[in-house]
T-cell receptor
Framework: TQLLEQSPQFLSIQEGENLTVYCNSS?????LQWYRQEPGEGPVLLVT?????EVKKLKRLTFQFGDARKDSSLHITAAQPGDTGLYLC??????????????FGQGTILTVHP | DVKVTQSSRYLVKRTGEKVFLECVQD?????MFWYRQDPGLGLRLIYF???????EKGDIPEGYSVSREKKERFSLILESASTNQTSMYLC??????????????????????FGQGTRLTVV
């Protein structure tokens, strides 16, 4: 059972378009993180959201944590070819001692064409 | 900057071989993890360790073991490699960020930092 459902799995767009990636679950998370991974490399942390309703911005990227801390979204404005990569959401389950274990979504492969 | 270093970028091993994947982190993190990444399946946790000599099974531990003799080093061992263990292996480390107290309860979160990955092919 996939605890974190990420959609869409593939996204192919033109430079300058906007896009949104979703990460949904029926479970509550104490925090949710977004990573970006390039081919042949490990994931790199983009942002962590910890408060329900929290919105964080990183240049053209906007991250939102749902009010109930069960879902999150990543919105990219005016996408550029340099945004191409695999985007992963990951959540730390609420309650108990998780030791920092993360549950990952399946990932979204984004391709931005010039 | 946090640095997590995996000993090999690419490995090719034969079926039945014993394989060691090494990971070292330089930020004094308590927690270390081994994941494997396969297309369409995302990252799946194999084993993790929250302290020296402590280890816990993740979601897919079968066919793997781990060793953590020192805080900075976490090794993944494939006792007898099989072709279905061909995959990208990712090591990560994390530490607890103490957020504070809210409504009388402590809260905090962790952030994971990954190595560059080891692409293992078993033939």
């Amino acid at each position: 059972t996939q605890l974190l459902e990420q959609s869409p799995q593939f996204l192919s767009i033109q430079e300058g378009e906007n896009l949104t990636v979703y990460c949904n679950s029926s479970s509550v998370f104490s925090s949710l993180q977004w990573y970006r991974q390039e081919p042949g490399e490990g994931p790199v942390l983009l942002v962590t959201v910890v408060t329900g309703g929290e919105v964080k911005k990183l240049k053209r990227l906007t991250f939102q944590f749902g009010d109930a801390r069960k879902d999150s979204s990543l919105h990219i404005t005016a996408a550029q070819p340099g945004d191409t990569g695999l985007y992963l959401c990951a959540g730390e389950r609420a309650g108990g001692t998780s030791y920092g274990k993360l549950t990952f979504g399946q990932g979204t492969i984004l391709t931005v064409h010039p | 900057d946090v640095k997590v270093t995996q000993s090999s970028r690419y490995l090719v091993k034969r079926t039945g071989e014993k394989v060691f994947l090494e990971c070292v982190q330089d930020m004094d993190h308590e927690n270390m993890f081994w994941y494997r990444q396969d297309p369409g399946l995302g990252l799946r946790l194999i084993y993790f360790s929250y302290d020296v000599k402590m280890k816990e099974k993740g979601d897919i531990p079968e066919g793997y073991s781990v060793s953590r003799e020192k805080k900075e080093r976490f090794s993944l061992i494939l006792e007898s490699a099989s072709t279905n263990q061909t995959s990208m292996y990712l090591c990560a480390s994390s530490s607890l960020f103490r957020g504070g107290v809210a409504e009388g309860a402590f809260w905090g979160y962790t952030e994971a930092f990954f190595g560059q990955g080891t692409r293992l092919t078993v033939v």
